[in-house]
């Protein structure tokens, strides 16, 4: 079993910066890649970044791309989401995921592990 902790969430105004971490602990040997989601109030859950473990390749998305940095530090099997000119539309759940086997994928239902979230609201 993988746990999953996500932190750093909280609220801002439009044009600052967040940095979220997701700590890993358990088994994490065999975990492939990890991800970031966000789930706005009344919307499905969507892709905004990914990073396979060794940290040598990431996906954005489009929303996100060149705002929006992932990153691993592996001595600390921690993942990082570094947000800047965040936007009012930024305001979700973001939640870190996991993924056992396989590349590196954007799909939420590829991961398969999930940690509780933490909210990100940005004021405009």
Not at 36 to 56: C, D, L, M, N, Y
Request: hydrophobic share 35%.
């Amino acid at each position: 079993q993988v746990q999953l902790a996500e932190s750093g969430g909280g609220l801002v105004q439009a044009g600052g910066s967040l940095r979220l971490s997701c700590a890993a602990s358990g088994r994490t040997a065999s975990t492939v890649a990890m991800g970031w989601f966000r789930q706005a109030p009344g919307e499905g859950r969507e892709f905004v970044a990914a990073i396979s473990w060794s940290g040598a390749t990431t996906y954005y998305a489009d929303s996100v791309k060149g705002r929006f940095t992932i990153s691993k530090d592996n001595a600390k099997n921690t993942v990082y989401l570094q947000m800047n000119s965040l936007k009012a539309e930024d305001t979700a759940v973001y939640h870190c995921a996991g993924r056992r086997a396989g590349v590196v994928v954007t799909t939420t239902d590829a991961y398969d592990y999930w940690g509780q979230g933490t909210q990100v609201t940005v004021s405009s």
